[in-house]
Every structure is written in structure tokens, then in C-alpha cells.
């Protein structure tokens, strides 16, 4: 092997190395928030591996006035995943003037809940709607982020698409979660969401990344 192969193959080797180090250090995700095609708001999702443990971070502020329609919604949100499994999570929203707070731990076989001061349990193979990981693609029951109800819901692949996101063309898979509740959700090959979509009122609202 010629000294400049091994000075090749050794900048590759590190320029690897960076990016992996890169993908699994912090970093924080923007998504503009359309009704139809006026933006009305902003969500961000900070996500901060730690070892095993991935702390994340969600803050998403909406204001419609949109005809007959004025809407305010202010939400922030904080995980705990280890091992890629949820651990805790506690949320506080002020839903159009309404507040509510939510509590989510895991304990023995299920979860522990609490909505509002009121005490209760989920089991262990539900989830809340947190839809920036693909775990939400796998469970059969999804929980309100708001007020933690309970959603039965089935989920298909639509397939491959292309996106535009930020100019840039960008490969995804397209899955519809559907039942109690339905969204639309583009996720990448890395599994980072790009784009959701689902009905409001009667119009598209989607979240697409920045």
C-alpha cells in the first residue's frame, strides 16, 4: 500500500468518525408550522444524547387567525429515553386559554400517569404522541401530549418520496397513522423527522422542518 492510499484511506477514516460523533452529539431540530399555506407557528425539538440516556427537549408555540378561526396553543415538553425505550416525561400546555399538565414514569410493568392532579396508569406499550421518533410508528395505543388521552391506532407505509426541505431534495418514507387519530409523517433514512401533515378545522396543517 502506497503512502498516499494509507493518507487517503486514514482522512476518510476520520472524516467517518466526525460525522458519526457529529450525528450522535446534540443538535436541535426547527419546524415551521403551515395552515394551509400561511405559517403560524414554530416547534423546535432538542435533542441531547447522553450514553445511553437521550434527553429531549420540545417547545411549540401556534397563533391562527385564519377567517372565523383564532387559535392559540403553547406547549413544552421534556423526555427522558434510555436504552431507546421512554422513561419519564412531563408536559405543560396552555391549550387556547385551557392549562394542563402531564406526568409520565415508567413503573413496574407499565407506565404511571398523572393529567391535571388526576393519578393513573398506561401500559407499557403505549406511547405519547411524540412524533419526532419513529417509536411512535410502532405502538398500538398513542396518548395526547395535552391531556393524555388514549388513541387506538394502526399505522401503514405509503412507500418512498422526495422532499424539499430547505432547498434541498431529501429522501423519505411516507407512514399514516390512522384510528382514533391521524397524522401523516415523512421520516428520513436516520429516522429524523421531516414533515408531518394532518387535518384542522377542516384545513392541512403541516410541520415541516427548517
Do not use: C
Not at 39 to 54: M, N, Y
Not at 64 to 92: C, P, S
Not at 112 to 126: F, I, Q, R, W, Y
Request: cysteine-free; overall charge neutral.
Amino acid at each position: 500500500m502506497t503512502h498516499a492510499l494509507r493518507a487517503a484511506l486514514a482522512a476518510a477514516f476520520l472524516l467517518a468518525a466526525g460525522t458519526a460523533a457529529d450525528a450522535a452529539g446534540p443538535r436541535t431540530l426547527t419546524y415551521r408550522i403551515l395552515m394551509g399555506d400561511d405559517p403560524i407557528g414554530t416547534e423546535t425539538v432538542k435533542l441531547d444524547p447522553q450514553g445511553d440516556v437521550t434527553k429531549v427537549a420540545v417547545t411549540a408555540t401556534t397563533r391562527v387567525k385564519v377567517l372565523f378561526i383564532n387559535f392559540r396553543y403553547d406547549h413544552q415538553r421534556e423526555e427522558v429515553w434510555k436504552g431507546g425505550t421512554l422513561d419519564q416525561m412531563r408536559a405543560k400546555t396552555d391549550d387556547d386559554g385551557t392549562p394542563h399538565s402531564m406526568e409520565m414514569a415508567r413503573r413496574g410493568a407499565g407506565y404511571a400517569l398523572t393529567v391535571d392532579g388526576k393519578a393513573g396508569e398506561v401500559p407499557a406499550n403505549a406511547l405519547p404522541l411524540t412524533l419526532w421518533t419513529p417509536e411512535v410508528l410502532k405502538r398500538p395505543t398513542l396518548l395526547s401530549v395535552i391531556d393524555g388521552k388514549p388513541y387506538s391506532v394502526r399505522v401503514e407505509s405509503l412507500g418512498a418520496e422526495v422532499l424539499d426541505i430547505g432547498g434541498r431534495a431529501i429522501k423519505a418514507t411516507h407512514h399514516r397513522i390512522s384510528g382514533d387519530v391521524e397524522r401523516d409523517l415523512w421520516f428520513d433514512a436516520d429516522g429524523t423527522l421531516l414533515k408531518t401533515r394532518f387535518k384542522r378545522s377542516g384545513y392541512d396543517v403541516t410541520y415541516i422542518l427548517s
